[in-house]
Nanobody, 121 residues
Framework: VQLQASGGGLVQAGGSLRLSCVAS????????VGWFHQAPGKEREFVTS????????TYADSVKGRFTISRDRAKNTVYLQMNSLKPEDTAVYYC???????????????WGQGTQVTVSS
């Protein structure tokens, strides 16, 4: 099982980025998926998640109204559209897949390798 995250980069404050995470090795169409981030010297933190059918999305307060998670079950891919980026969004972003259909049941079982997002002021 592999999760390949991409789309990170360097952007100015106020800019946008779109992250993608493609899963291979098995289908995750019935699993909740999401994104976490980890800034230097800090713990990995939850950013957002989406349920198996896209019916339920959850966001950290710090990104509400700016980030949008979506998924394409047929492509085994989850996306994170990040708008109005702030310097404090700078971190490595990881995608994760839960064993369950909803993300309120523990932590992700599978993790991607991370993609760096840097927001300059």
């Amino acid at each position: 099982v592999q999760l390949q995250a991409s789309g990170g980069g360097l952007v100015q404050a106020g800019g946008s980025l779109r992250l993608s995470c493609v899963a291979s090795g098995r289908t995750f169409s019935n699993n909740a998926v999401g994104w976490f981030h980890q800034a230097p010297g800090k713990e990995r933190e939850f950013v957002t998640s989406i349920s198996w059918n896209g019916g339920i999305t959850t966001y950290a307060d710090s990104v509400k109204g700016r980030f949008t998670i979506s998924r394409d079950r047929a492509k085994n891919t989850v996306y994170l559209q990040m708008n109005s980026l702030k310097p404090e969004d700078t971190a490595v972003y990881y995608c994760g897949v839960w064993l369950s259909s909803y993300s309120n049941n523990g932590s992700p079982r599978y993790w991607g390798q991370g993609t760096q997002v840097t927001v300059s002021s």
